[in-house]
């Protein structure tokens, strides 16, 4: 982080220069940084044991219910906690509600990166079905909830 910022304090270009590399909107650093961060994790995925771990369900249900239908209205609440009590003076409405919007989005968007490294703790196959099963969430209901096409 303090590499980032150093760098944008001095090279104040960088952050359009790395914009300008994209390609359908999908940033390549980033995307390359991404892969680089979930790839070690990746690789320690046994799939035999995927399907024992399928013969108990609750870890999983547990975890698609507190992805789904727990995180997104704690996140609303915080969100509107924090910008239209606590921090109200200092917000419009509008941007307030702007910040809100934004957070909602972040609440409803288990990160599958951290879900990768977080499960890595973990020498289970249930890992391997937390993984599988956050990330189908994530395909399957990012764009009804949030009503976007990003994740």
């Known amino acids: 982080m303090a590499v980032g910022i150093g760098?944008?304090?001095?090279?104040p270009q960088t952050a359009e220069v790395l914009n300008a590399m994209s390609i359908a909107q999908v940033?390549?650093?980033?995307?390359?940084?991404?892969?680089?961060?979930?790839?070690?994790?990746?690789v320690q995925i046994d799939f035999s044991e995927i399907v024992q771990a399928f013969r108990n369900p609750k870890p999983v249900a547990l975890t698609l219910i507190i992805n789904w239908g727990v995180k997104p209205f704690t996140m609303l609440f915080?969100?509107?906690?924090?910008?239209?009590?606590?921090?109200?003076?200092?917000?419009?409405?509008?941007?307030?509600?702007?910040?809100?919007?934004g957070l909602i989005l972040?609440?409803?968007?288990?990160?599958?990166?951290?879900?990768?490294?977080?499960?890595?703790?973990?020498?289970?196959?249930?890992?391997?079905?937390?993984?599988?099963?956050?990330?189908?969430?994530?395909?399957?209901?990012?764009?009804p909830v949030s009503g976007t096409g990003t994740a």
């Open 7 to 11: 760098l944008g304090a001095l090279l």
């Open 27 to 42: 940033n390549i650093p980033i995307a390359f940084l991404l892969f680089g961060m979930m790839y070690p994790i990746m």
């Open 78 to 101: 915080f969100a509107w906690l924090f910008f239209h009590v606590i921090w109200a003076p200092f917000f419009t409405f509008e941007e307030a509600s702007s910040y809100i919007a």
């Open 106 to 143: 972040l609440g409803i968007a288990p990160c599958t990166a951290m879900v990768l490294v977080f499960m890595g703790a973990f020498v289970n196959p249930v890992r391997s079905v937390f993984y599988g099963s956050d990330t189908k969430a994530l395909l399957f209901n990012e764009v």
